[in-house]
Structure formats: structure tokens, C-alpha cells
């Protein structure tokens, strides 16, 4: 069954400092596509950035780049020089085949002076 | 470009009513979900849309639960009647086919 884990409930993070958050997937699909959401405590989900299967080198957008390591099953998000605003709950998602979005259980971020 | 549009933000009912969310997705997404988040859990796939037709209601509880989109725009989902653990968040999400779902702000629903 595909999968998503992030392991991590909570993370703090100096403001500027750089922080990673853990995701690894678990699918037998050979195509596939991996996401992050941002979810402010207003409730929305942010598209952050996308991650496909078959792309050759990691994504980035401004701030947010996705290591991407398809041997170990993993697609971390890597937010740079980290901003108060940050903090909210990230998810990390992956598309199947059938364009269904599977959700892990997210890892709250809290970015401190 | 106008995003997902969600109404009500927020309801409040007691158990055994019934209530209604509507949502209107990105002008030309064809693909419309509606999620369910309980608190402190990622979103569930309640049912996905492909125009008006349904792709994907395998965990939808159709006994209480029950959604449509007609003409293939906007979409409502009910609750009939309504549970305590209904409580939730409901997403609503819209993406061109296989493509980045852009989320709506949700609804908040608390049954007392």
C-alpha cells in the first residue's frame, strides 16, 4: 500500500537558519509525484512545491528545495534562512497514478527570534 | 487568478442536523476533491470529481455523507445527520487533470 511517514511531530528553528523536514514514501508505482503543502493555523493548504518521479534533479522554489533521494524512498523539504512566517504545519503528499494525494501526519514548524 | 472559494469558514451544529458546504474551484479545473482533516491528522480523500462525474468515493461514508457537482463547477458536499467525530476540517481541492491540487481555506466543523 503507498505511504507516506514524516516522522517528526515538531521541529523549532532559529530565525535565518536553515531546517529540514523528514519524508519518505513508500509506493511499488514506478511513476509518481511528491508534494509539501504549508498549513498556516488559518487552515489552508499551500502548494510549496513538486517533486516528479522521473525528474532528474531536485526541485526548488525560492526558499524551499526538495532533496530528493529515490533509492532511500525520501523527499525532504529544506526551507533556507527561515522566517517567523514559517511557522505552521508542513505536509508532505504523494499523487498516484490514479490522482489520488495521500497525506503523511505533517511536522508542526515553529521558527523563534 | 481567483483561487478555491469555500463557504461557510466556520459552522457550529449539534448532532443529528444536517449541514452543507459549497466550494468553487480555480476557473477551468476540471478535477474537484473534497477532503476531510480531523485535528491533528493529514487530509483524507473524501470524493474526487472528474467534471461532473465521480472518480473516486471509496471513503466517502455514503449513508450520511453525500456530495454533487452539477454542470460541472461548483460542488456541494452534505452531512445528514451529523456525528460527533464529523468534527474536522473540510478541504476542498481543484486541479487540472494529474496536476498540483490547489486547496480551498476549508471549513471548520464543530457537532456538539
Known amino acids: 500500500?503507498?505511504?507516506?511517514?514524516?516522522?517528526?511531530?515538531?521541529?523549532f528553528v532559529q530565525e535565518k537558519e536553515a531546517v529540514t523536514l523528514d519524508c519518505t514514501y513508500d509506493t511499488s508505482?514506478?511513476?509518481y509525484g511528491l508534494f509539501w503543502y504549508k498549513q498556516p493555523s488559518s487552515g489552508e493548504m499551500i502548494f510549496l512545491i513538486y517533486q516528479g518521479s522521473y525528474d532528474q534533479q531536485n526541485a526548488t522554489e525560492g526558499r524551499y528545495s526538495l532533496n530528493f533521494q529515490k533509492?532511500?524512498?525520501s523527499a525532504n523539504l529544506v526551507i533556507s534562512a527561515s522566517q517567523l512566517?514559517?511557522?505552521a504545519m508542513y505536509f508532505c503528499a504523494m499523487l498516484d497514478n490514479t490522482d489520488k494525494l495521500i497525506f503523511g501526519t505533517g511536522t508542526r514548524l515553529q521558527v523563534f527570534p | 487568478e481567483a483561487g478555491v472559494a469555500q463557504s461557510p469558514r466556520y459552522k457550529i451544529i449539534e448532532k443529528r442536523q444536517s449541514v452543507a458546504f459549497w466550494c468553487n474551484p480555480i476557473s477551468g479545473h476540471a478535477t474537484l476533491y473534497w477532503y476531510q482533516q480531523i485535528l491533528g491528522q493529514g487530509p483524507k480523500l473524501l470524493i474526487q470529481f472528474q467534471n461532473n462525474g465521480v472518480v473516486d468515493d471509496s471513503q466517502l461514508p455514503k449513508d450520511r455523507f453525500s456530495a454533487?457537482?452539477?454542470?460541472?463547477?461548483d460542488s456541494t458536499l452534505k452531512i445528514q445527520p451529523a456525528k460527533l467525530e464529523d468534527s474536522a476540517v473540510y478541504l476542498c481541492a481543484s486541479s487540472l487533470s494529474l496536476d498540483t491540487q490547489y486547496f480551498g481555506p476549508g471549513?471548520?466543523?464543530t457537532v456538539l
Open chain 1, 1 to 11: 500500500a503507498q505511504k507516506i511517514t514524516q516522522t517528526q511531530p515538531g521541529m
Open chain 1, 29 to 31: 508505482d514506478p511513476s
Open chain 2, 68 to 73: 454533487e457537482r452539477l454542470k460541472g463547477v
Open chain 1, 71 to 73: 533509492a532511500r524512498k
Open chain 1, 85 to 87: 512566517g514559517d511557522s
Open chain 2, 107 to 109: 471549513t471548520r466543523l
